[in-house]
């Protein structure tokens, strides 16, 4: 009896809710000042939710695509970034640096219990 116990206990080692934490093939990414559009996958999961984005440290506000579902965790966009989740991959869209400077996203993703964040770094416009 003592050994069904030990094996119940040992099978249940870990934590409900315990999951990996979400790989990408590349993070960060970089765009250059101009714009433009970049990729990642994730690689341990079947796809990622998009959460919010922020820039330079700041929330950006996000509108809901006027041409996706109510809910829709799969496209994200914000007066400075566009994102597209599909399968593994996720599209990211930067529009180019009005003033020029430098500038860092962060996108927050999610699957499942697993959250995590895709970085894209805006280059500074030459001369900056």
Not at 25 to 38: F, R, S, Y
Not at 95 to 104: F, M, R, T, Y
């Amino acid at each position: 009896m003592a050994c069904l116990a030990m094996l119940a206990l040992s099978a249940c080692s870990e934590k409900d809710g315990d999951w990996d934490p979400i790989k990408l093939t590349k993070n960060p990414l970089e765009v250059p000042a101009k714009g433009g559009t970049v990729q990642t996958s994730v690689k341990n999961y079947k796809g990622l939710w998009l959460l919010g984005v922020s820039r330079d440290g700041k929330a950006l506000p996000t509108q809901l695509d006027p041409d996706a579902a109510v809910g829709d965790m799969y496209h994200l966009n914000s007066e400075y970034l566009t994102a597209h989740s599909e399968g593994q991959t996720v599209t990211v869209n930067v529009a180019p640096s009005e003033d020029g400077l430098a500038h860092k996203f962060v996108i927050n993703v999610e699957y499942g219990d697993a959250f995590g964040s895709i970085t894209v770094y805006q280059l500074s416009a030459p001369g900056r």
